[in-house]
């Protein structure tokens, strides 16, 4: 008898699967692991990368657009039949990337611009939090210096000063008395060192606890959270130095136990979720809330509504389960449908970086050693650049690569991290030899 086939015989068991052409905006390391663990996917199409690194042009192509470019990004994505596009960056979230391809009926993994508040602007999230009870630190946000520093004087120190836009990693200060307040508040809202981000401030109380990094798909109807990760983000061994955008990661970090990620869930990811439904902001992407583990229990810092860089790194390493699935199913609101796998164990991630990172350092120097990196060690390219003369890939930028091991335990991932970290030099390379290692 003959059957007349089903509507969604694609994906039936006898069926190949349809090639997803895959688009990721950006060129960090974060960029180059996303585009290694979709690469690994079955059902994987062409990898683009805009711009990409050296790391990215070997899983695919790439592509000479900024990540800021949204007009030139829409029409390469239209052009090449891009099924899904994963934005890295969070600038090119708060420009508005997800609206723009959305409106031409484009797939999309991230949140658009008015989700993506909630890490544009510090005070838009910190208002955000007061009103739906996500546990955070106490604060005032301020539009007038001189107010803001009349208020500073009678508060208690240590006292934290944030530019209430995004100011690369760079706009947060601890402040220890009412002069350092002062002066932070003098070059964030007068002289404008953070342009336009510092035209508001957020002040606020300071915690005490060990910082966490906690990442959960969000599609607007659910979340999945993902495994947590420790960040080590100033320069130098023994949390010495300046804050840089992080020198390493561990995954998991060793501080949530299974009461301390039951509160994590009720009462900052339920919290959120309920709160961006109440003010009906359409968030679809990676909530990723940097916490501080207090006395009192988990308080959120900030909110970042894209991947951690090198989070990241960290953790597509230890997702066994398909990733381009699951950032499918989150930009079609599916994820409650979706149960990944972790593997056991736990994952690092050593980043060499350029000497003299965060301040000013030089590029172009060649990498060697690559080449003898092998599984279950994978590094991950940031600043990197093939030598357009030949063969050789050359540093590009402060962070030049993300050396990332798995292993039984977080023990064995950092000694098979560091042994193949000690196989990879370049000049002046800069690295912290504590990632991970015990307090
Ligand atoms: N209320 C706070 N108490 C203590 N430390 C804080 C507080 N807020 C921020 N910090 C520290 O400053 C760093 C940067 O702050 P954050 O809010 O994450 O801003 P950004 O990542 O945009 O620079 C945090 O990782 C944390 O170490
Ligand atoms: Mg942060």
């Known amino acids: 008898m003959n059957r007349a086939a089903p509507d969604n015989a694609r994906g039936t068991a006898n069926s190949l699967p349809v090639p997803v052409n895959v688009l990721i905006v950006g060129s960090g390391g974060r960029e180059h692991a996303l585009a290694?663990?979709?690469?690994?996917?079955?059902?994987?199409?062409k990898i683009f990368c805009a711009p990409g690194n050296a790391g990215t042009s070997a899983l695919g192509e790439n592509v000479a657009i900024p990540a800021d470019d949204i007009p030139a990004l829409l029409a390469f994505a239209k052009s090449r039949d891009i099924g899904l596009t994963v934005v890295g960056p969070d600038d090119s979230l708060a420009a508005g990337i997800a609206d723009a391809f959305e409106a031409d009926g484009l797939k999309i993994f991230g949140p658009n611009a008015s989700a993506a508040r909630l890490e544009s602007s510090k005070a838009f999230a910190k208002d955000f939090m007061r009103r739906h009870g996500i546990p955070t630190a106490d604060y005032q946000e301020f539009t007038d210096s001189a107010a803001a520093r009349e208020w500073c004087r009678a508060a208690k120190y240590p006292l934290v000063i944030k530019a209430d836009g995004l100011a690369l990693g760079k706009g947060v200060v601890i402040a220890e008395s009412p002069e350092a307040a002062a002066d932070a508040i003098r070059q964030c809202m007068d002289d404008r060192i953070f342009g336009d981000a510092g035209k508001k401030i957020?002040?606020?109380?300071?915690?005490?606890?060990?910082?966490?990094?906690?990442?959960?798909?969000?599609?607007?109807?659910?979340?999945?959270?993902?495994?947590?990760?420790?960040?080590?983000?100033?320069?130098?061994?023994?949390?010495?130095?300046?804050?840089?955008?992080?020198?390493?990661?561990?995954c998991p970090s060793g501080s949530i136990s299974a009461p301390l990620a039951a509160l994590v869930k009720s009462d900052i990811l339920d919290r959120f979720l309920a709160g961006i439904r109440a003010d009906g902001l359409a968030f679809r992407g990676m909530l990723f809330p940097g916490v501080m583990?207090?006395?009192?229990?988990?308080?959120?810092?900030?909110?970042?509504?894209?991947?951690?860089?090198?989070?990241?790194?960290?953790?597509?390493?230890?997702?066994?389960?398909?990733?381009?699935?699951?950032?499918?199913?989150?930009?079609?609101?599916?994820?409650?449908?979706l149960s990944p796998l972790w593997s056991d164990g736990a994952s690092a991630c050593v980043i060499?970086?350029?000497?003299?990172?965060?301040?000013?350092?030089?590029?172009?120097?060649?990498?060697?050693?690559?080449?003898?990196?092998?599984?279950?060690?994978?590094?991950?390219?940031?600043?990197?650049?093939?030598?357009?003369?030949?063969?050789?890939?050359l540093t590009n930028g402060g962070r030049?690569?993300?050396?990332?091991?798995?292993?039984?335990?977080?023990?064995?991932?950092?000694?098979?991290?560091?042994?193949?970290?000690?196989?990879?030099?370049?000049?002046?390379?800069?690295?912290?030899?504590?990632?991970?290692?015990?307090?």
Request: charged share 25%.
């Open 293 to 337: 583990l207090t006395a009192d229990g988990p308080k959120v810092l900030e909110f970042n509504c894209r991947w951690g860089d090198p989070e990241t790194q960290s953790l597509v390493r230890r997702l066994d389960s398909d990733l381009l699935d699951l950032l499918e199913a989150c930009a079609d609101a599916r994820l409650a449908s």
């Open 36 to 45: 290694w663990k979709i690469a690994r996917s079955t059902r994987a199409g």
């Open 400 to 439: 030049v690569l993300g050396v990332t091991a798995t292993g039984s335990d977080l023990h064995e991932a950092r000694a098979r991290a560091y042994a193949a970290a000690d196989m990879i030099t370049f000049d002046g390379l800069q690295r912290r030899n504590d990632i991970g290692a015990a307090k």
């Open 352 to 393: 060499l970086a350029s000497g003299g990172y965060p301040g000013t350092y030089e590029k172009g120097k060649p990498i060697s050693g690559l080449d003898r990196v092998s599984d279950p060690c994978v590094v991950f390219h940031a600043g990197t650049k093939s030598d357009p003369g030949g063969g050789a890939i």
């Open 202 to 250: 957020v002040v606020e109380e300071f915690l005490h606890g060990e910082e966490c990094s906690i990442h959960a798909l969000v599609d607007g109807t659910s979340y999945l959270l993902l495994p947590d990760c420790r960040d080590h983000k100033r320069a130098f061994d023994g949390d010495l130095g300046p804050n840089t955008g992080g020198m390493g990661t561990i």
